[in-house]
């Protein structure tokens, strides 16, 4: 189950280096990365043109509903062509049938088949029991005092976080699926994990390496230090789950939970249906992050049993 990145690299005709060569690739990939997002922001400038919209505008978490969905088709064009769509073609540019011998693109992001169903139920529970842990992180990571400049692209950046979970009616809600949960879970993760994590495994003699220097890269990307912390744990996590089940499907649909139980929290919340406010701190007792870490462990264990069990059925 574990994947072998062997299988997608190949001699080259002189030489006998592989190749594509993992720098080239990532390079690649940021630059068609900026390349996408640059062509997001001008299809949205377009689009504020035609529509009249303010094309500076800031959201605040009292603006009115056409701000909200102005700011959510920004951010969704951006997520879209910087993402998913680079993503993809990234993976097709490198490993497209022709030039890639072991296969396509899709066999080297490992899309092409469907999940073991029992290893998504199980990271579904790893990413519920882990969360204490994670939620613990964000209140240490909390206490590291940042440079002003960071603290106020931080409020800045919260400010419009309020802005869009400020959902008054279930297509809010859904827009706000689509952009928070959605999107990120498939662009991320083809991103971070089946082109950063998989060429640096090439890089590193071991994939544990090239797993957390990943799950860096992804939180770094974010660019908000005051959650870098807790979303290196999750990119760990995330990271974990795609090289133990050798299957994209298993971190996106763990990434697709992870987001969208957020937002539906907030949408409960909203509704007055749900006592908590995700927008405000959550307070984890040191025995429940402790207790969170052995639970993970546990299903960690159990995920491992699974995998080596599917691994002789083949």
């Not at 744990?233 to 697709?256: E, F, R, T």
Request: charged fraction near 15%; hydrophobic fraction near 50%; charge should be negative.
């Amino acid at each position: 189950m574990e994947f072998n990145n062997n299988k997608t690299d190949w001699d080259a005709a002189t030489g006998g280096r592989t190749f594509p060569a993992p720098g080239l690739v990532m390079l690649t990939q940021l630059g068609i990365f900026i390349l996408g997002s640059g062509i997001g922001a001008l299809i949205y400038a377009v689009l504020a043109q035609l529509a009249g919209w303010d094309i500076a505008l800031s959201l605040m978490p009292d603006s009115p509903e056409a701000d909200r969905w102005q700011i959510r088709i920004q951010l969704g064009l951006g997520h879209l062509l910087g993402f998913c769509a680079s993503g993809i073609f990234t993976a097709w540019l490198f490993y497209r049938p022709g030039l890639n011998p072991s296969g396509s693109w899709p066999d080297y992001l490992q899309v092409n088949r469907r999940p073991d169903w029992i290893i998504v139920a199980l990271a579904l529970l790893l990413m519920m029991v882990s969360t204490p842990f994670v939620l613990y992180t964000l209140q240490l990571n909390q206490q590291i005092p940042l440079p002003e400049s960071f603290r106020l692209a931080e409020e800045q950046a919260e400010l419009v976080l309020k802005g869009l979970l400020n959902m008054e009616s279930p297509a809010e809600l859904i827009g706000n699926l689509l952009l928070i949960a959605v999107l990120p879970a498939i662009g991320e993760e083809i991103v971070f994990r089946g082109i950063v994590q998989r060429q640096l495994v090439r890089v590193f003699s071991s994939p544990l390496a090239a797993l957390f220097v990943s799950a860096v890269i992804f939180s770094l990307a974010h660019f908000q230090m005051e959650g870098f912390i807790p979303r290196l744990v999750l990119g760990m996590i995330l990271g974990w789950l795609y090289w133990k089940s050798g299957n994209l499907w298993v971190p996106s649909i763990a990434h697709l939970f992870n987001n969208g139980a957020q937002v539906l929290g907030q949408y409960l919340h909203n509704q007055g249906l749900s006592s908590v406010n995700l927008e405000e701190d959550i307070r984890v007792p040191v025995i429940a992050a402790l207790l969170s870490v052995v639970l993970a462990t546990g299903v960690i264990a159990i995920i491992n049993r699974q995998t080596r069990a599917s691994e002789h059925e083949l």
